[in-house]
C-alpha cells in the first residue's frame, strides 16, 4: 500500500473506533480529506481509496484540480477564508461552502449559483474560542445569520464549523466542541433541517468525534505534514 492508502485506512479505523466510544452509530462521521496544496495525483490516489469529499482553502489551486480531476465523481468542499469578489468561481465549482461567516458572501454565493446546479451546501463558521482576528462570527451572531441564509435561495444552509484555538488538551477541546454542538441543537429548534457540525482536524478528531462531529476534516493526517 502506498501510504496515502495506509493513511486513509488508519484515519477511517481511528473515526470507526471514535464513534463506537461514544456509542454513535457506524458511518455517522464523514471523512472529508483536506486536500490543500497537495498535487492532483495525490488526490486521485486517495480516491481510489473510496474518498469521495476533498476540502480546499486556495481558490486557485482548487481550480486547476477540479479541472484536472473532473473525471471522477468529487464533491468539492470550500473550507479556507472566502472574500466577497472571489465568490463566482466557489458557487459555480463547489458542492459545499464551510467557511461562511458573513451575509454579504451567502447573498452572493446565492445569486451566482448556476440554476443548473442543486442548491449550494454551507455552513456557517463560528469563532468558537472568541480569538481576535479569527474567521467566523461568535456564538451569540450565528442564529442571526442562520436565519437569514436560510431565506436565500438555491443555498441549503446545513450547520456549523469551527476552527477551536491552537493548544488546547483534550478535555478543553471536547468543551468547546461541546459548545458547538449545543449551538447546533439550539438552532435545530428555529431550522430543523440543520444537520452537520463540521469539525475536527487530524490533532483534535477524537474529542471532535465524542462531541457529535459530522464532518471531521482531516489533511495531515492523511497527506503528511505541508511546508
Ligand atoms: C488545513 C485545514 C484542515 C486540516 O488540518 P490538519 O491539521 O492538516 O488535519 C482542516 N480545516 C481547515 C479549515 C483547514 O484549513
Not at 482548487?62 to 465523481?73: C, M, R, S, V
Not at 466577497?84 to 461562511?100: D, G, I, L
Not at 454579504?104 to 469563532?127: D, F, G, W
Amino acid at each position: 500500500m502506498t501510504s496515502i492508502a495506509e493513511n486513509i485506512a488508519l484515519t477511517l479505523t481511528r473515526i470507526r473506533e471514535a464513534e463506537a466510544q461514544s456509542r454513535r452509530s457506524p458511518h455517522s462521521v464523514k471523512l472529508l480529506a483536506v486536500s490543500k496544496t497537495r498535487p492532483a495525483s495525490e488526490l486521485r490516489e486517495a480516491y481510489a481509496e473510496g474518498i469521495r469529499d476533498f476540502g480546499e482553502n486556495y481558490l486557485q489551486d482548487a481550480l486547476a484540480k477540479i479541472e484536472l480531476l473532473a473525471d471522477l465523481d468529487i464533491s468539492w468542499h470550500f473550507i479556507g477564508p472566502l472574500q466577497s469578489n472571489k465568490t463566482r468561481p466557489v458557487a459555480e465549482h463547489f458542492h459545499w461552502v464551510h467557511s461562511v461567516d458573513r451575509l454579504k458572501i451567502a447573498r452572493r454565493l446565492s445569486e451566482q449559483r448556476p440554476e443548473s446546479m442543486p442548491p449550494l451546501n454551507l455552513c456557517v463558521q463560528v469563532n468558537i474560542s472568541e480569538e481576535l482576528n479569527k474567521s467566523g462570527v461568535l456564538l451569540d451572531e450565528a442564529e442571526e445569520l442562520v436565519r437569514e441564509i436560510g431565506k436565500l435561495d438555491n443555498l441549503r444552509i446545513r450547520g456549523l464549523m469551527a476552527i477551536p484555538q491552537a493548544g488546547l488538551s483534550e478535555q478543553q477541546q471536547r468543551q468547546t466542541f461541546g459548545r458547538l454542538h449545543n449551538l447546533l441543537e439550539h438552532l435545530k429548534t428555529v431550522s430543523p433541517n440543520l444537520d452537520t457540525l463540521s469539525m475536527g482536524m487530524s490533532q483534535d478528531m477524537n474529542a471532535a468525534v465524542a462531541e457529535g462531529a459530522t464532518i471531521v476534516r482531516i489533511g495531515t493526517a492523511i497527506f503528511g505534514a505541508r511546508n
